[in-house]
């Protein structure tokens, strides 16, 4: 089966696109993919410290265009601007994916105790926030332990990925060893750790793989539904 629908992804980065494409045009056959990418988000939201209203507006911009460019759903790709898609959503007539909503669901059922990693600490919080929202849903008083590698981070901008790699993974593993129920890579760029990490006790979370399955069950649904609206209308 083919799944004719144009997914467009809302991006804060170039980075790792073609994974991105390989891994939905396994899955769903057929899929147009399209980019809206402003790589001035991240920049503008760690100055501040927060999110700006200019992040907001130029955010609901692009999902507007999104669905101008005729999306049939739209992936918000960046944990840090996720809160954002909460907001976008809200004027859009197509379905919205946020990268990390099923990562958070994961987390919350997993267990009360998470820690959170990040080299960004604008990520932390719009992570921390979307655990404890499914976790209260489920009645669940999560603990959130918080840790923000900044040396990580300062080896990624000096441009030597595979240092950051390196100091990333050693933190996760000593993590590994503290008894928590879960640890979060709150970063979608993590996941390039994942074939490193094999072998840990701790569940490692990461939002890449869960979220791009979000969008593969969202788009089958639909095309799902269309067929049987179609055969009702016959």
Not at 23 to 51: M, N
Not at 84 to 100: E, G, H, L, T, W
Request: net charge negative; proline share 3%; charged share 25%.
């Amino acid at each position: 089966m083919e799944y004719k629908k144009r997914i467009v992804v809302l991006q804060t980065s170039f980075a790792k696109r073609e994974d991105t494409i390989a891994y939905l045009e396994e899955h769903l056959p057929g899929v147009s993919i399209d980019f809206i990418t402003d790589s001035s988000l991240l920049p503008e939201i760690r100055k501040a410290g927060r999110t700006t209203q200019s992040v907001i507006q130029r955010m609901t911009l692009y999902a507007l265009a999104a669905e101008s460019m005729g999306a049939d759903l739209i992936l918000n790709s960046c944990s840090t601007v996720g809160e954002v898609a909460d907001i976008y959503s809200q004027v859009v007539s197509v379905p919205v994916v946020k990268i990390d909503d099923a990562m958070a669901r994961q987390a919350a059922k997993i267990g009360d105790n998470i820690a959170l990693i990040a080299t960004l600490p604008t990520t932390l919080g719009p992570s921390r926030r979307a655990i404890d929202r499914y976790g209260k849903a489920m009645g669940r008083a999560i603990k959130f332990t918080e840790f923000l590698d900044q040396p990580a981070w300062e080896a990624l901008a000096a441009g030597d990925s595979k240092r950051h790699n390196e100091i990333l993974i050693d933190s996760i593993r000593k993590l590994d060893e503290q008894g928590f129920d879960a640890i979060v890579m709150a970063q979608v760029s993590m996941r390039a750790l994942l074939p490193d990490l094999t072998g840990t006790k701790t569940p490692v979370l990461c939002s890449f793989y869960t979220g791009l399955d979000a969008v593969v069950e969202t788009v089958k649904k639909m095309c799902e539904e269309g067929l049987q609206s179609a055969l009702v209308n016959l």
